[in-house]
């Protein structure tokens, strides 16, 4: 693969847990201290312990000044696209444009059905999802929204208000029709985890996107490449994922931006979450730009 290039960025994902409110709120205000970009939140709300991702959002945007926030990933089964683009577009305005949105297609279906949704599955999901990232890119942008299909009907709803700044729409996707319509429509691919997407899986994937953002006439050095990566920072055994002292995640990360193609990365502590963020802000963040920067300069 390649190295599209891009600027680079990196965050964590908040838990949402109910029980855990305490302790990430404490994350979110050391993440942003430590200049991190992205506070990102998963959107599994049949979860009974799970509070809502736009609420979270919401409420720790009140919180905080400067650092953006990233859905990761919205459902689109359960919250209407037009609905979902007036949310990301009323909090962009409020928060001054920290805003990104991160969608997909719905991967547990049976769990959306118990919310009342409509457990789309296989093409039909896919369908669904590419129909609702067109809706939503016309409104995020304030044009005028119509389509009567066989998943909805929206009779001209006319999109706003207007964000200080564009509100990116980037795709959580896996396989190859999503990933194609990643491709094809969207401004970033949103990896799962890296033990659910591993390394070696990456460039197919990033070969699927591309091929699909050419057919369309557009460049793929345009989209954003987005990996959640879980793991742990330090000798602490067997864990999931990536499992390493700062140097090892150092040349990892390194390796992933300039083999693999991807420019942001949101780190998921498998544990001790608020020791693991001040050391992937204070000694991986800093060390993986400068490590890049010297690569790309031929340093």
Do not use: C
Not at 7 to 35: M, Q
Request: proline share 6%; aromatic share 8%.
């Amino acid at each position: 693969m390649t190295d599209y290039k891009r600027s680079l960025s990196f965050g964590v994902s908040l838990d949402p847990s109910a029980g855990a409110w305490d302790r990430t709120r404490r994350l979110a205000r050391t993440a942003e201290a430590r200049n991190l970009d992205y506070l990102a939140v998963q959107d599994h709300p049949y979860q009974p312990g799970h509070l809502d991702a736009w609420t979270l959002v919401s409420h720790l945007s009140a919180l905080t000044d400067r650092i953006s926030f990233l859905t990761d990933v919205a459902d689109m089964q359960l919250r209407p696209p037009v609905m979902l683009a007036k949310a990301a577009m009323s909090l962009s305005v409020l928060t001054d444009g920290r805003i990104q949105l991160g969608v997909g297609g719905g991967g547990i279906p049976d769990a959306i059905a118990s919310m009342g949704g409509p457990a789309r599955r296989g093409q039909d999901m896919v369908a669904f999802a590419e129909e609702s990232l067109g809706l939503i890119r016309t409104a995020l942008t304030g044009g005028v929204v119509r389509l009567h299909s066989a998943y909805q009907s929206i009779d001209g709803y006319r999109a706003g208000p207007v964000t200080p700044k564009p509100v990116g729409l980037w795709l959580g996707a896996q396989k190859r029709r999503m990933l194609a319509a990643t491709g094809r429509l969207a401004d970033g691919w949103i990896s799962p985890l890296n033990i659910y997407v591993p390394p070696l899986a990456v460039p197919s994937r990033q070969q699927i996107i591309d091929e699909a953002a050419v057919e369309a006439g557009r460049d793929p050095r345009s989209l954003r490449r987005i990996y959640n990566v879980i793991g742990v920072i330090g000798d602490h055994g067997d864990g999931p994922g990536l499992v390493g002292d700062v140097q090892q995640w150092v040349e990892t990360l390194t390796q992933w931006v300039v083999e693999l193609g991807f420019d942001t990365f949101i780190f998921w502590p498998a544990t001790n979450p608020q020791h693991q963020l001040t050391l992937f802000a204070d000694e991986v963040v800093p060390a993986v730009r400068e490590r890049v920067d010297a690569l790309r300069s031929g340093r």
